[in-house]
Each structure stands twice: as C-alpha cells, then as structure tokens.
C-alpha cells in the first residue's frame, strides 16, 4: 500500500523532527504538531493535483497564482456583495466597513473561489488538450495571466475577508483537529482510493507510462487529461479557499513558490517526474519534509528563505537518486 | 502456386471458410509516392498469413489498413456483413480485429494484468457503478486464463511490464490482442530485436492464436521462423502483391527473389 520511496521520505521526516526537536521540543508538543499540519494544508491540496498530473506525465506550475486568483476573486465577490472595502496604509491592509449579509456573502464567496480555481484548471487543460500546448509552457503562460488579473483586481492589496470565515471554518478544531487539515486529509483519502483502486486512476498512470499505449485501448486520452488539469484547478481554489478562512485576508504573492513545494513534495514521495508511477502517501510526507523544514528553520532563527534552498537541493538530489535507480532497473530488465 | 505479379491475386480457392477478414482493390498514397496499388488479400479462420516484403513495399502500410490506423484512397475492406471504404481503429476493435504494433503499445508502469484490461476494465459489483473500482482479482484470474490459452506462462500477472523480458512483453501483448480479438490477430514485425528462444516463445504464440481459430495476419522479416508457422504467404513489391498461395509452394530463396524482383529465382524446398 505505501511504497518504499514513501516510506523513506517518512523516515526523513521523522529524522528531521527529531533534530529540531532536540533543539526545541515544542515542535513535540500539540501546538508544533497543529502549526506543521496546518501548515501543510494548502500546499499539500496543491501536491495532491500535481501527483495526479505527474502521473499522467503533465505539468500545472500555474497552481500557485490559481490559489492567489481563487481567494482574491472570492474575497472581491464576498466585498461587493458585503459592502466592504480594503485599503492599504504603509503597506498594511485595512478594512473598510462590515460585512453585511453574511449568510448570502460566504456562500457566494465560496462558491466564487471553487468557481474560479475549476475555471482556471479547465482553461489549463483547453490549452493543452485542444491546441496542444506543452503543458509547462500553458501553465506558465497561464501563471502570467492569472498574475496580473489577481493584482488588477486587488490593486496590490491584501482583501479582508469575513472574519466568520475564520471562526466558522479557517480556525475551527473539531476533536481537536483543525477542519483545514480534515479537508486535506480527505483529499489524501480520494486521492489514494482513486489511484489504488479505481480505473480512472489506473488509466491516468497508464497515459503517463505510454501514452500511445492508451490511445491504442481506446482511452479518450484528451477528455482525461482534462479532468486532471479542472481536478488541479479545483484543489487549488479549496486551498485559496482555505488561505482566507486561516488569514481572514488575501495574501497571492506569497503563494508563486507553491507549485515548487508541491511538485518537489510529489516527486520527493516518489511519484515520477515522467509519469506512470504515483505515490499517494509519499505526497504527504513530501509535503510533511518542506513544512517541518520551514517550521523548524523559523524556530533555529534562521530565515525561512533557506527552506527553499534545502528543498531545491533535496529535490535534486532525490530526483538523481530515483534517475540512477530507474536506469540500473532498466539495465538490469 | 500463384505467382500473378503485378497483379493482386484474389483469395486461395481452397479457402476452408469464409475470410475473416479481406481488403479488395485498395490502393493508398502519400503526396507523390503510390503505397499501395490494387491490393486485395484475405485472411481465414485458423490460418496464419505471412506478409513478406523490402523495406518500402507497401506491408506496414496494408496492415495500418486493415487495423483501422489509416485510410485507403480506394478500394474496399470486408470484415463479416461489414463492408466499406475504411475503417477506424475502434470500429475495427469493435468488430473483433486487434493489432499487435511493433512497439506493443504496453505501459511499461503498469502491471500484466492492468495491461490485459487496459481501456476493457472490469469492477467489483459492491461498489457504486460510477466509481469504477477495479476487479483486481478477476481480471488477474482472466488474464492467467487468457496467457495459458496461448501456452503463455509468467512467473506472475502482478507484476509491471519493465520488468518483463522483450519476449514475454511480446506475448503479453500477443495474449491481449487474442484476449479481445473475435476475428483477427494483425502482428507487425513480432520478432525484431528478440533472441531466438523469445523469437520461438512467439512463434508457438502466433501458432496457438491460429489454434484459437483466429485469422492472423503477420508481418516479419524473419522469413524462414515465420514460413514455419505460415498457412499462406503474400509476397509484395512496390505496393503490389507479386504472389500469394499456400505457404508449402514458397521457399526462403523464392521469395527473397519475388521480394527483389527476380522472379525466376528458384530454391530446393530443404533450404526451409
């Protein structure tokens, strides 16, 4: 059920844990355990699609600037309808007026960020399907795009979004375990029965192992190809979804290096740069490896921004690892 | 013996049943270059057809035809009451016709059994129909079936197809392609890049399929493994059929000679 590379990324996990915990053990405690978990939410539901179109042997670098479009189309919609306005002064945002008609306001203001994160997925997939575009190239072309319409629909500036959002959602604890994590972990859930178990799985693995293989057994290669990029998109708008209810404000630029998280966590967990080869539970540990190096470098003092030079070079160095491994195998067939 | 060149020759009279599968007058081709001209051949029930041929005679091309992978410019293609211009890849599965391409068209990642039931899945009735979750169990119960009709054996079904041999990738795929043929087997070059004990796993292949009473259509280079198992030999030469009979009337030497245009050229029938 969890395959060995999985299994590896665990132990790293467990490794790495163990060292910052020596240094602070409140990493130990239920409050470290909670902050890495939540941490991990919106880059793990963003992994989740990437190991999908991984497996398939496809690409979305634009999940990140999905996740930004999504909560600020939300928190646009959620202001309109609500009668409220952000501005910024000296860099921080701050609301203008309350939110009036909640029980209309969050409903649309969900509905709004699925909306927009499955638009964005379906375009992603027209790109690539239709007009055949590689999908690196209409992801990043599309990363652009849902850049500049993000910023020109904020102005620059972090939205408020209802701070019920927050209380009813984004902050909730249910036996003590944060809603956002169980939204997380039900995505893991369908995400490994879709893939163990189902023949969409099996077929979106087979179109990344041989793609004229699936074409020949009579697969409607494309249509799949497209579930997968609106599936991506999707995900990425429940995180946007979830980056406000935590945040109760908008906060796109800091998501660009997500699609980097998330596509190193799935091919750290051992599911293939080139298709055929998913590892469910891996993603999660691949995700678990870059929140408890952020968590952990944050808590040592030092910058953050190391977590990305770790995470580039533990993706390098795990992706040569599994290359070696995957020549020898092929040798040795 | 027939040896009409230039011309293609109609079906052996001696056919013991109705052709599973026959294309008529068909020509084909690309720009400027005639692929095909005037081809007709037929393939019967049980019987294995060996299609020889250069490089450039026009084989690969006839058997994309008869699989559905390309369109004939003219011509027509009989498969039971079906009778049209063309064919697609799906209507010819659909009417029981399954190829064998000479890269196999297996994913590597997935497991035999996954292979045997790729785009033919088969679910677990407990679960609701939408889901589509897969019978695992059967369909690896069916396809150890599906392997041992043909004399196939692996050591399992549960494993990927990277990790298999090129000759028991080549049988996997051979065993798929019977699995859900009705008609007819079509197999391009079976044995390329394969070791003599791999080129006779698939040769008691190819015999079996016939056994299974299934038209196979092969096309191969390997001239005397494939006269072994042959009922009946198509020679071709710049998109024409030079000759077609019974496989006893062909030696190696005669059609070595049909195939470069020496049609004189003869051979003791020991140099098989």
């Known amino acids: 059920m969890i395959r060995r590379s999985a299994f590896w990324v665990a132990l790293i996990d467990l490794v790495l844990l163990a060292v910052f915990a020596a240094m602070n053990p409140v990493l130990l405690s239920i409050q470290g355990a909670r902050t890495i978990a939540l941490d991990s939410v919106e880059v793990l539901l963003l992994a989740i699609g990437s190991t999908l179109l991984l497996g398939a042997g496809k690409f979305d670098i634009s999940i990140g600037a999905n996740l930004g479009l999504s909560s600020v189309v939300a928190t646009s919609v959620m202001q309109h309808v609500g009668g409220v306005t952000t501005i910024a002064q000296y860099g921080v945002s701050h609301q203008v007026g309350t939110y009036h008609h909640l029980a209309l306001v969050i409903p649309i203001g969900v509905a709004a ?135 109760a404000f908008t906060n796109a630029a800091a998501h660009l290096t997500d699609p980097l998280a998330a596509i190193a966590a799935a091919v750290i967990g051992g599911t293939a740069l080139s298709g055929g080869i998913i590892s469910s539970f891996g993603t999660v540990f691949g995700v678990l490896l870059t929140t408890i190096l952020e968590v952990g470098l944050v808590l040592m003092g030092v910058s953050s921004y190391y977590q990305l030079v770790v995470i580039g070079v533990v993706l390098i160095v795990v992706v040569s690892i599994y290359e070696t491994r995957r020549r020898r195998a092929e040798a040795g067939a | 013996m027939r040896s009409d060149a230039g011309r293609s020759p109609a079906a052996p009279q001696a056919s013991p049943a109705e052709a599973a599968l026959a294309v008529v007058d068909v020509c084909k081709s690309f720009g400027h270059v005639q692929a095909l001209t005037d081809v007709s051949l037929s393939a019967y029930p ?21 699989c559905g992978a390309l369109q004939p410019d003219t011509g027509t293609i009989r498969v039971g009451d079906y009778e049209a211009p063309g064919l697609s890849i799906q209507r010819a599965q659909s009417l029981g016709i399954q190829a064998v391409y000479q890269d196999l068209s297996l994913a590597p990642h997935l497991m035999v059994l996954e292979n045997m039931f790729l785009g033919h899945e088969l679910y677990r009735s407990r679960w609701p129909g939408f889901l589509h979750v897969l019978d695992r169990r059967r369909m690896a119960m069916e396809t150890v079936e599906a392997l041992e009709r043909i004399s196939i054996r692996l050591p399992s079904v549960h494993v990927p197809v990277m990790k298999l041999s090129g000759g028991q990738r080549q049988a996997v795929a051979v065993a798929r392609a019977v699995r859900w043929a009705r008609r007819a087997v079509l197999m391009d070059e079976p044995t390329a890049a394969l070791g003599r004990v791999q080129s006779d796993l698939v040769v008691d292949t190819i015999r079996a399929t016939a056994r299974a009473n299934l038209a196979v259509v092969v096309v191969s280079h390997d001239i005397p493994r494939m006269l072994e198992v042959a009922d009946q030999v198509a020679v071709m030469r710049h998109g024409r059929i030079v000759a077609h009979g019974s496989a006893a009337d062909f030696t190696l030497a005669r059609i070595v000679g049909l195939m470069v245009g020496e049609e004189s050229r003869t051979a003791p029938r020991d140099e098989r």
């Open chain 2, 46 to 66: 049980g019987q294995v057809l060996a299609l020889f041929g250069d490089n450039g005679a026009g084989k690969s091309t006839l058997m994309k035809i008869m």
């Open chain 1, 113 to 247: 960020c699925l909306v927009s994160g499955l638009l964005m997925g379906t375009a992603n997939g027209l790109l690539v399907v239709r007009l055949r575009v590689n999908s690196l190239i209409a992801t990043l072309g599309m990363l652009s795009v849902a850049e500049g319409i993000t910023f020109v629909l904020s102005g620059g500036v972090n939205l408020a979004a209802p701070t019920e959002l927050q209380s009813g959602f984004g902050l909730l604890s249910i036996a003590g375990i944060p809603a956002p994590v169980m939204v997380a972990a039900a995505a893991v859930v369908l995400l490994w029965f879709v893939v163990a178990k189902t023949s969409f799985g099996m077929r979106t693995l087979a179109m990344g192992s041989e793609p004229e293989a699936a074409v020949r057994a009579g697969i409607d290669v494309g249509r799949h190809q497209l579930v997968l990029f609106v599936i991506a998109g999707g995900l990425a708008g429940v995180a946007g979804l979830i980056d406000i209810s935590r945040f």
